[in-house]
């Protein structure tokens, strides 16, 4: 499956923002799917899963309360809403595709990844 993600930019500390990740190609409703980012000199981390209904999702303990994953199967995308932004929140964010149905927290479980968008918080 082919992943767009966007929705990135810089916010303040506290601020919003909202990612979107388009899907195409194999049935994208079949699959869990993730969000995971990549700090500067870090290695690309999980931040959320949902399953393939969208009825169960899972988040990294840091944005827990903050964050949430959504899907609208219908528009074949995914959302990931976060709130009350920290500048340790700054990173690549990268949509990915899961080779299950479930709501993994693994990277080797992912099999497609977007391209990555920017999100910066300022402090």
């Known amino acids: 499956v082919q992943l767009q993600a966007c929705g990135g930019g810089l916010v303040q500390t506290g601020g919003s923002l909202r990612l979107s990740c388009a899907a195409s190609?194999?049935?994208?409703?079949?699959?869990?799917m993730g969000w995971f980012r990549q700090a500067p000199g870090k290695e690309r981390e999980f931040v959320a899963s949902?399953?393939?209904?969208?009825?169960?999702?899972y988040y990294t303990a840091s944005v827990k309360g903050r964050f949430t994953i959504s899907r609208d199967n219908a528009k074949n995308t995914i959302y990931l809403q976060m709130n009350s932004l920290k500048p340790e929140d700054t990173a690549v964010y990268y949509c990915?595709?899961?080779?299950?149905?479930?709501?993994?927290?693994?990277?080797?479980?992912?099999?497609?990844w977007g391209q990555g968008t920017q999100v910066t918080v300022s402090s």
């Open positions: 190609g194999r049935a994208f409703e079949r699959y869990g």
């Open positions: 990915a595709a899961s080779s299950s149905v479930g709501t993994d927290y693994a990277r080797e479980s992912y099999r497609d």
């Open positions: 949902i399953n393939w209904t969208g009825s169960s999702t």
